[in-house]
């Protein structure tokens, strides 16, 4: 006789630790536990490999998980939506086009947003690399751009950490080849970076800082640094004017933001504790600090006891720990605490063949260290699209989970 489903484990967004997890369900199922993936994308890029997706090395496949093939290995039921609350109270997540989804246990991976609203004329003027699916879509509309017009073409990047700095190398290679492809020079385009700091990606090290600032120099791209941007202004034509505090304004066809990371309005409007940031916080065991019954991971997070960096080699290690914290917790066995490693290998791709590759005071730069990345990237997704053999008949937890929905997903 199948094993009846006595819980109900909701995962929230379907992010790098949240796959990891799902994978690792998919090799160790839990009796009586029904999986729920909630998620607005049935692809899900991978931070490593999208700067590389950008300038065209990787294409669309190489560079997204998708979700569909992952949750049927997993025997977890998938729900395209988007969260707009969560009922800490009743136990249920908010959707925007269904019913209450109720769960026994959540588990949150929705990552962040660019903070915008603060500056006028950027929430309605400027692109923001989250979520990713509108960043492509207007890339690849400006690269068509590029090549139906004869006209110079400008892009500004707002922000100036690992992200944007990554961003605006691969997207200038990218246009590089476009016109050349077409027959025209690499002078028809222009790229300008505004960044508040007095040095790009603020956290890496001096080394680190001084290479990348001399590829700018030696690639032609616009620095504004100590500039905080304080407009984003239309012009005609569909142009776009970047104002500085200072006075400084730079015209071009279209501006990419990539500031620091924002917590969606949510999560705080739950009532779960969250830090200064908005983000919510947790313990060493990724639980929420209010919510035991709920998770949080990935760049919505940020540990109460190990703050780092919203980076994604975090997401990335805290997918085995997550697996194991929820099986512990259905079970009523001890979880374990997770902490993240204070030094970690950053590499940041110059999207012309060559990384810097460094970690604590120590760099490297070298396209070996480029091929070691995409080594790594590759493993990784590999993960995805290579599922351990399983057996063909239905289990128990898949024949109940098909027979027994969760009644939020009826019509």
Known sequence: MAQPIVKDLVFLGGGHTHAIALRKFGMQPLPGVRLTLITNLTDTPYSGMLPCHISGLYDFDESHIDLRPLSQFAQCQL?????????????????????????????????????????????????????????????????????????????????????????????QRRLWQVLEASGRSRQDRSMHLSHRGAEVANGRNRSTRRRLRQHFVERGVQLHLSESVCAIEALPEGRRRVRCESGLASDCDCVFWVTNAAAPGWVQAAGLTTDASGFVLVEDTLQSCSHPAIFAVGDVATMKHHPR???????????????????????????????????????????????????????????????????????????????????????????????????????
């Not at 729900?79 to 109270?89: K, P």
């Not at 960043?135 to 892009?155: D, G, H, K, N, T």
């Not at 970690?344 to 260290?369: K, Q, V």
Request: aromatic share 6%; glycine share 8%.
């Open 79 to 171: 729900l395209m939506d988007r969260a707009v609350g969560i009922d800490t109270v009743n136990q249920q997540v908010i959707c925007a086009h269904h019913p209450p989804i109720a769960f026994d246990v959540l588990s949150i991976d929705t990552g962040s947003t660019p903070a915008t609203l603060d500056v006028p004329g950027a929430a309605a003027y400027a692109i923001p690399a989250k979520p990713v699916p509108d960043l492509l879509s207007a890339w690849e509309a400006l690269l068509s751009q590029v090549r139906q017009s004869a006209a110079p073409i400008a892009v500004a990047v707002v922000g100036g950490g690992v992200g944007g700095v990554e961003l605006t190398l691969n997207m």
């Open 309 to 411: 960096p919203k980076a994604g080699v975090f997401a990335v290690r805290q997918g085995p720990p997550l697996f194991h914290n929820l099986q512990a917790y259905l079970t009523g066995q001890p979880l374990r605490p997770f902490r993240p490693q204070k030094q970690y290998l950053n590499i940041i791709d110059l999207g012309d063949g060559c990384a810097i590759a460094s970690r604590g005071p120590f760099t490297l730069e070298s396209r070996l260290m480029r091929r070691w990345k995409d080594r790594i990237d590759r493993q990784f997704m590999g993960l995805f699209t290579d599922f351990p053999a399983m057996p063909s008949a239905p289990s128990a937890v898949a024949a109940t989970a098909a027979a027994l929905p969760n009644p939020a997903l009826m019509p």
